[in-house]
């Protein structure tokens, strides 16, 4: 089957990844595991190739975090494969209650993983998804965003390497201010590869049930809380499907540049004014509309902090 689809999914041995990785396999496509942690995903591997009964499922080694890693999976994805149909910026670190931490390229945890690496990983893999007959990029989103419909909120771009000083330091509003700045580069990405007719969308992910292991991975504290929001959040098979429409769908060939919800409506930028309380909420609530930041230069300036920490 020559004409298989080639794709790329980051954190694939779990949660909506790996719903994901079982979905394109069963589809007959050529399915590459990006995850760091080796061991674990061979089994995940293994189970998903028995399912599907479809082998050409590939376990890579890649931690999003390093781009020492970045660069050596995509040395070693560009020696085997001649092109790449669909790349999913799937993996994302988010950890309630964790420290500040750096990544081995001294940069905090948060973005390095959810924002620099899948520049980088996207930078590097740009000339074989160039090979494509139908390229596209989906980029992992969040509706916790919503938190930038208050004018107020910032980012903290100060935070990124080291530079925290005395100054409050939280995992969650990291963690939304890079899904923010995902969402952003997003746009910025869609706009630069327009030439190479590569499309790159993101999906606004409200949550999904998540595993024993996942769970047993954040602090005890907050361990209750996650138990109560998997009784109200969908299986990860709910946003995998949206993922595999977003990237095979005739019907969003030719869209780019654009954040899907998850009834796979098109999003549209929030009124630049801020409403009154009721329309706030209704803001907050609803999801057919995404934070409209303001400051115009954001964009610009963190598409030349990723070139400039990837070394370009």
């Known amino acids: 089957m020559e004409n298989r689809r080639i794709v790329i999914i980051t954190g694939a041995n779990s949660g909506i990844g790996k719903e994901a990785a079982q979905r394109f396999a069963n589809e007959g496509d050529h399915v590459i595991m990006a995850c ?9 591997q293994h189970d998903i190739i028995a399912a599907s009964g479809n082998d050409h499922v590939d376990l890579l080694e890649l ?5 020492a890693s970045i660069r050596t999976f995509c040395t070693t994805f560009n020696s085997q494969y001649k092109r790449l149909d669909i790349l999913i910026h799937n993996a994302a670190y988010f950890n ?6 750096l990544s081995p390229d001294g940069i905090e ?4 993983t959810n924002v620099f690496g899948p520049y980088l990983l996207t930078s590097l893999l740009r000339d074989r998804l160039k090979q494509s007959e139908d390229p596209r990029i989906l980029h992992a989103g969040s509706n916790i965003i919503k938190h930038f419909f208050d004018p ?6 100060d935070l990124l390497q080291g530079n925290h000083g005395t100054k409050s330091y939280s995992v969650y509003k990291m963690y939304c201010q890079s899904k923010m700045a995902l969402m952003l580069l997003t746009f910025q990405m869609a706009e630069v590869f327009a030439d190479d007719g590569i499309k790159v969308n993101a999906l606004q992910i409200n949550g999904a049930k998540m595993s024993k292991r996942t769970i047993q991975k954040v602090k005890p504290w907050w361990r209750p809380i996650a138990w109560g929001q998997n009784l109200f959040f969908p299986p990860p098979s709910y946003m995998a499907d949206k993922y595999f429409t977003i990237c095979t769908s005739d019907k969003y060939k030719q869209t780019t540049g654009k954040l899907f919800n998850d009834k796979l409506e098109i999003m549209e930028p929030s009124p630049t004014h801020y409403p009154g309380f009721f329309k706030q909420m209704k803001l907050l609530l609803g999801s ?12 610009e300036k963190l598409w030349a902090l990723c070139k400039e920490l990837v070394g370009e």
């Open 63 to 67: 931690d999003v975090s390093s781009f």
């Open 288 to 299: 057919n509309v995404y934070p409209a930041y303001e400051n115009t230069n954001i964009r």
């Open 96 to 101: 309630h209650g964790e420290p500040y931490r």
């Open 152 to 157: 107020k909120q910032t980012f903290d771009l």
């Open 109 to 112: 945890l948060t973005f390095a």
């Open 36 to 44: 760091r942690n080796i061991a674990f995903s061979r089994k995940v």
